[in-house]
């Protein structure tokens, strides 16, 4: 295996990580909607570790070894319209996945703080805050900036 | 940069094949991590079971199917049936792609029938849904040496 290949498995492995902790945040936010009892909505949020580590891995491996086979393969460059264009979406792709995050993190911790105090009943607060609209439609937005990507390199237009 | 340039026609079933496996990945990912979790004493081994049989059920099946349809497609486009000797990734592709599908519905049982021991022993643990985990995970572990034979193209 060349160090070409190893890169572009190291780049597509990223982006398959990436992919995975969308899918396993979407699961996440589909079956905590009707929850609010803090125990249940805390315990769910236990599966959300495993999608931070590899939001955090894939997001920037998909960057690094991008912008490596950009440079290291003569056939493109790194100012090609197709690799700006994924740049930006991967700006995109980060500011919003930092505002799902802190929505969502939102109520995982209060989840977490009303377990604490021993308060187990549910909780109109706690509901409001896994139902939050802004949350499903950061996400939302962000699942398509990915679909978006993953068009880009694949079409790779006017590549 | 999933691959060299190709013509426009064999994108569309290219992104097919790799959205479905990207999918397909995540689900077995978090079916994988709830099961993992179900075995930890003192949790609620029947929620996190649970999750991870409807997970494999409702995301990670129809993503294999869409996976497997779009390899199919893009065979099709690159004409290999007319290839007397096709590559050894190929092949790597196709037996993990199948002996993955076939795990992935012994998983799907075995999740569903140990949720369902689960729910009404309220609580424990179940050989079942341990068993269906252990398999989530395999399959995943196939799937990514799938995922470096399809990048690397070995032979």
């Known amino acids: 295996m060349s160090g070409h290949d190893w890169l572009l498995f190291l780049h597509v492995l990223s982006a398959f990580a990436l992919v995975a902790a969308l899918v396993l945040y979407t699961v996440l936010i589909a079956v905590v909607w009707n929850k609010d009892v803090p125990t249940d909505v805390a315990r769910l949020f236990r599966i959300s570790k495993i999608g931070d580590v590899l939001i ?26 197709w690799v700006i264009a994924a740049l930006v979406l991967w700006l995109v792709m980060g500011a919003l996945g930092s505002r799902t995050g802190k929505i969502y993190n939102a109520a995982r911790d209060r989840a977490r703080s009303l377990v604490r105090e021993g308060n187990n009943s549910p909780n109109a607060e706690l509901r409001a805050l896994v139902q939050d609209r802004r949350g499903l439609w950061f996400h939302t937005s962000g699942v398509i900036v990915v679909l978006l990507l993953l068009i880009d390199m694949i079409f790779k237009p006017g590549a | ?5 190709r013509p426009d026609s064999w994108n569309y079933a290219l992104f097919v094949h790799v959205l479905g496996a990207m999918i397909l990945v995540g689900a077995l990912v978090t079916a994988g991590t709830a099961q993992v979790l179900s075995w930890r004493p ?42 007397p000797n096709e590559p050894d990734w190929l092949g790597v592709g196709y037996i993990t792609a199948d002996l993955g599908g076939i795990l992935l519905l012994v998983s799907v049982v075995l999740a569903g029938f140990g949720a369902r021991r689960l729910a009404r022993a309220d609580g424990g643990s179940s050989i079942l849904a341990r068993s269906a985990g252990v398999i989530a995970l395999v399959v995943l572990a196939l799937y990514l040496v799938a995922l470096w034979a399809m990048t690397a193209k070995p032979g």
């Open chain 1, 56 to 81: 955090a891995v894939g997001s920037i491996g998909v960057l690094v070894f991008g912008i490596w086979l950009a440079i290291e393969d003569d056939r493109y460059k790194v100012w090609d319209g």
């Open chain 2, 1 to 5: 940069m999933l691959a060299a340039i």
């Open chain 2, 42 to 83: 003192g949790g609620d081994a029947g929620a996190y079971a649970r999750l991870a049989f409807r997970t494999l059920l409702f995301v990670g099946v129809p993503a294999w199917f869409v996976m497997r349809i779009g390899a199919e497609w893009i065979y099709s486009k690159e004409k290999w049936a007319d290839v």
